[in-house]
């Protein structure tokens, strides 16, 4: 994913640039994840949610923390576990008794950046009040709506679903998220330069914003105008498709799957200094997009099958189109 600047191309250039200072910014505190946070970005400028998952001790939280303080928007905490009630994420309506009428109290889903730290320890009914807001920007408590502010994103960390404590994700919460990102080990320069840093480097709450409140909605704009050929359209739906009537899946792309996949590729293709998506864009971006969303079958799970080698065969039972059509 190295950015390539186009020359010439003023629109571009001006993403590339906010998206590089970003990411510029989070290496300050976080090293040898330069991918991950170029796979965050991409997320946050398709106008999508973000779930990095990992074992403990990897950088989820400063990895979320670290993109919130680069734009210097609102943000919040929310810290998951068993006891967490629906009510402390949306909010709840409280009796004031200077009025003497019930006022609403607003949770901790209302800011801009919303941080679900470690969100697969709450339980399901809690997990379920993030539906409404992660689909609609919007919460409705006791039948009235409140409009969560724009923009608006949530940066979900979870542990593996085997760890002690974890509840899975139901299907419908994970196909809200547009990215599943995982962390992984630093290798061994990166980890001698984290032990390094410690000592003489910045921490996360020492990180300054690098560019506006207002870059979000830029990039966002930016690519939706990029450029998505009706080939490449006609891709994605055939990759569905095969996904779909896949042996090994009991769950396929869904529509909104598809839909995320484009928004990503436009994305991705605005980082890299282009102003058209490419197969290579989308090829690069079926894993963190979809491998969350569908279910193996139980064959295939029994068999020890792989999400990835799926996705592999995907590719390959699908022909690329040349842009000659």
Request: hydrophobic residues 45%; glycine residues 8%; contains cysteine.
């Given at each position: ?15 590339a640039?906010?998206?590089?200072a ?12 330069e ?6 970005l991409?997320?946050?400028?398709a ?19 670290a993109?919130a ?6 943000w ?15 909010g709840?309506?409280?009796w ?11 949770g ?9 730290d470690e969100?697969?320890?709450?339980s ?8 409404e ?11 009235t ?5 724009a923009?608006?994103?949530?940066m979900a960390?979870?542990?593996p ?6 509840y ?16 992984g ?13 410690q000592?003489?480097?910045p921490?996360?709450?020492?990180l300054?914003?690098v ?5 979000v909605?830029?990039?966002?704009a ?15 739906v055939?990759l569905?498709?095969?996904t779909?009537?896949h ?10 799957a598809?839909l ?20 290579d ?18 064959e ?5 099958g792989?999400?990835?080698?799926i996705l592999?065969e995907?590719?390959r039972?699908v022909?690329?189109?040349?842009g000659?059509?």
């Amino acid at each position: 994913m190295a950015t390539q600047q186009t020359a010439g191309d003023a629109p571009v250039g001006r993403f590339a640039g906010l998206f590089d200072a970003v990411v510029a910014n989070v290496a300050r505190v976080i090293q040898g994840k330069e991918e991950a946070t170029r796979l965050a970005l991409v997320c946050i400028a398709a106008q999508g949610h973000l779930l990095i998952e990992d074992v403990p001790g990897v950088g989820k939280t400063t990895l979320a923390k670290a993109l919130a303080r680069s734009f210097g928007l609102e943000w919040r905490r929310i810290q998951f576990t068993p006891d967490l009630l629906p009510s402390d994420v949306t909010g709840a309506s409280v009796w004031d008794r200077n009025s003497g009428k019930f006022t609403f109290r607003p949770g901790g889903i209302f800011a801009n950046v919303v941080l679900g730290d470690e969100i697969n320890r709450a339980s399901p009914k809690t997990q379920s009040a993030l539906l409404e807001a992660m689909e609609e920007r919007q919460v409705t408590v006791d039948a009235t709506t409140y409009q969560l502010p724009a923009p608006f994103l949530v940066m979900a960390t979870q542990n593996p679903a085997d760890h002690e404590g974890t509840y899975p994700l139901p299907e419908s919460q994970l196909d809200r998220f547009l990215l599943r990102v995982r962390m992984g080990y630093p290798d061994r320069g990166a980890e001698i330069a984290m032990l390094d840093h410690q000592a003489h480097g910045p921490s996360v709450d020492d990180l300054d914003a690098v560019v506006g409140t207002d870059a979000v909605a830029t990039m966002v704009a930016l690519a939706n105008r990029i450029h998505v050929a009706a080939p490449l359209k006609g891709y994605i739906v055939d990759l569905a498709a095969a996904t779909r009537r896949h042996p090994s899946l009991s769950l396929g792309m869904s529509p909104r799957a598809a839909l995320a996949l484009q928004r990503a590729a436009r994305a991705l293709a605005a980082a890299c200094g282009r102003d058209y998506a490419t197969p290579d864009d989308v090829k690069t971006l079926i894993g963190p997009v979809l491998a969350h969303r569908m279910v193996l079958s139980p064959e295939a799970a029994i068999g020890g099958g792989g999400m990835s080698d799926i996705l592999a065969e995907v590719l390959r039972s699908v022909p690329v189109p040349s842009g000659r059509g």
